[in-house]
């Protein structure tokens, strides 16, 4: 093992990331000995699994040198007190939790301490359980124990899998009995609050056969220009015939460093939806897998990203077809100012059992700037032979004919250019599902764009 990665690792496994920390979360807790018992097992794993390097294949392009793990605290007390409604909240953290529209439920962390709830009591009258992972883990056991850090994400995944397993302070729980639909999505929103603040925490959805839900996830810093550390996994079980969408929002702080690995697990005639939106963060690597495990399992997934400053993406996307006659659809659009860097990896894999597989990604980068760099690296493994499969990739810079086209119309050119990249990225839109996510998504383009 090379001596810088010994250093690193020897300074995350002290101070804040550390065993006492979590013997620290387990007393706090009270929780159960079957997750504690989960929580040392993935120290273990924390402490035996060497920091990804530039070296491995996946990490190449983003190196971990810039972090200042030093300066981040799993302990750092958030301003805002608990609330009994959503109107004691203050306004920005009404509107992300999408006040203003219907919601199934809503769950709002703050440096992983939950700050406020709020649940439908019909729909926990038909058994579907949205609450924090906690209360979930000491009274759901029966539903937690088996499938918590398990099957989809162990600890063994990955080094920042494993620090979350050890660490995660809190995190959801949403739990669809057989056949229930519900109409209005679920909403959690993960915010970080004050310097050197850290939200390492889980989400944990299983819809039984023939359920149907949308989860939306929000992850956001109140303020833009404090270090932060967001550490997050998202577990998704998908039984026969289910249907599950998973939002993601990303807006965290231009100092943050965030981590994700988000794995479903999609069984027969299912069916997973991604809808993903990252314009936050100063550094960000994020994995997304989806494993369909059973016959005529489906998954789409769309995605956009808008960077500016020295902003760093790299998204790692993966599409397994285990299963026979499964499917699979990924359209992911970028744009890039200043002298922002993306990375995109997609990976369709196919065993040998998955048979008359129908599977495509492709990748779109919009480049700003001449000093920006996107790298779009889509990839097959193909390993039997009656499958379509295929990808593309593209990188390129505002078209001077489109410019030229709207200017002679009149319209001045930031603004051509901000249409040209409105219009790039509602390509992108249209294909998901949810409206407010839509209205939320091109409102932050468009302020990214005036910036």
Excluded at 3 to 10: E, S, W
Excluded at 99 to 117: C, H, M, P, T, V
Excluded at 195 to 206: F, P, V
Excluded at 390 to 399: D, L, N, R
């Amino acid at each position: 093992m090379p001596t810088a990665t010994k250093i690193k690792d020897k300074h995350l496994s002290s101070g804040p990331f550390s065993k006492g920390a979590v013997e620290k979360i387990i007393t706090q807790n009270n929780e159960p000995d079957w997750l504690a018992h989960k929580r040392r097992i993935s120290w273990s794993v924390f402490e035996d699994t060497p920091m990804p390097t530039t070296s491995d294949e996946a990490w190449r392009r983003t190196g971990l040198k810039r972090i200042k793990w030093n300066q981040i605290s799993l302990d750092t007390p958030a301003a805002v007190a608990k609330a009994a409604s959503l109107q004691d909240l203050p306004q920005n953290l009404q509107d992300l939790l999408g006040a203003d529209r219907e919601a199934a439920g809503r769950l709002l962390f703050i440096n992983g301490q939950l700050k406020y709830s709020e649940f439908s009591d019909a729909l926990a009258q038909q058994g579907v359980i949205f609450t924090d992972l906690q209360s979930a883990a000491r009274q759901r056991a029966d539903l937690l124990e088996a499938q918590l850090m398990g099957e989809a994400v162990p600890p063994s995944d990955s080094k920042f899998a494993a620090l979350n397993a050890a660490l995660w302070r809190n995190g959801v729980f949403l739990y669809l009995p057989k056949n229930v639909i519900v109409e209005r999505p679920f909403q959690a929103a993960f915010l970080l609050d004050g310097e050197g603040a850290a939200s390492i925490h889980r989400a944990l959805i299983i819809a039984e056969s023939g359920a149907q839900a949308d989860y939306i996830e929000e992850t956001a810093s109140r303020d833009s220009g404090q270090i932060g550390l967001n550490v997050g996994v998202v577990e998704i079980i998908a039984r026969d015939n289910a249907q599950v969408r998973y939002v993601d929002v990303q807006q965290l702080g231009r100092k943050v460093y965030n981590f994700n690995t988000k794995r479903a697990l999609a069984h027969n005639n299912s069916r997973v939806l991604w809808d993903l939106g990252e314009f936050g963060s100063g550094l960000t690597k994020t994995f997304i897998d989806t494993q369909l495990i059973g016959n005529g399992a489906d998954t789409q997934c769309n995605g956009v990203y808008f960077l500016n400053g020295t902003q760093h993406i790299d998204i790692d996307t993966m599409m397994r077809h285990i299963g026979y006659a499964t499917t699979g659809d990924l359209l992911l659009h970028g744009a890039l100012k200043d002298k922002a860097r993306s990375v995109f990896l997609g990976m369709i894999k196919i065993d040998p059992s998955g048979q008359k597989t129908d599977s495509y990604l492709k990748n779109q980068n919009m480049l700003l700037d001449k000093t920006t760099r996107a790298d779009s690296i889509p990839a097959l493994e193909i390993d039997a032979n009656d499958v379509r499969a295929s990808h593309a990739a593209t990188i390129s810079q505002v078209e001077d004919e489109y410019v030229f086209y709207l200017q002679s119309r009149g319209i001045p050119r930031d603004t051509a250019v901000k249409m040209i990249v409105e219009g790039f990225f509602s390509t992108v839109f249209h294909r998901m599902g949810n409206e407010r996510v839509q209205e939320r998504l091109m409102t932050t383009v468009q302020r990214k764009m005036a910036g």
